[in-house]
């Protein structure tokens, strides 16, 4: 086993590394905000981008390509200001919680949502999708970030043992009924 005086590897410490274990205690680590919402942004771009694309390329004009920026130009815009929304927002509310869970992705996902259906200019639309964006990126969320869930084959017998005990209801006794 590797020894944390190795001149090349990391000092080990209570913290996670690179990769947090949801067997060690977890740190809270404040997220830069501004930072984490301009990547985001740059890559949701990209996505309207190719989005824009595939628009201007169905669609019958005589702009040609240029018509990626001119005609559906605002898709680009509107991608890159969803991502910075929801990145912004999830790390702010994540910072002023001091937690990494679920309701950080839900209160990002609602500010996301929101500003979709500002777009479409109507305000029921927009608190719909408020709600809609955030129930589904805060249960995604709340699922361990994973269609598939957590693999606990990878858990020690015993604890996927106690996990599956813990899951379901407990019979009451005869004394606690009483």
Request: glycine share 12%; aromatic share 8%.
């Amino acid at each position: 086993m590797a020894s944390s005086s190795h001149p090349l590897l990391p000092p080990l410490s209570g913290k996670a590394f690179f990769i947090p274990s949801p067997h060690e205690e977890h740190n809270f680590h404040p997220h830069p905000s501004l930072q984490l919402a301009t990547q985001v942004t740059l890559q949701s771009a990209g996505v309207g981008l190719l989005v824009s694309a595939v628009q201007n390329a169905l669609d019958k004009h005589n702009a040609g390509a240029m018509g990626i920026f001119t005609r559906t130009g605002g898709t680009i815009g509107f991608f890159a200001a969803m991502g910075f929304s929801f990145s912004f927002v999830q790390a702010i509310t994540a910072n002023i919680r001091e937690t990494d869970d679920a309701l950080n992705g839900a209160a990002g996902g609602c500010a996301a949502g929101f500003l979709a259906g500002v777009r479409a200019k109507s305000l029921p639309m927009a608190f719909g999708a408020c709600a809609g964006m955030g129930t589904l990126i805060g249960t995604f969320n709340a699922a361990g970030n994973a269609l598939t869930g957590t693999n606990r084959k990878l858990l020690p017998r015993p604890e996927r043992e106690e996990l599956r005990q813990a899951f379901f209801k407990q019979p009451k006794h005869a004394e606690e009924v009483a």
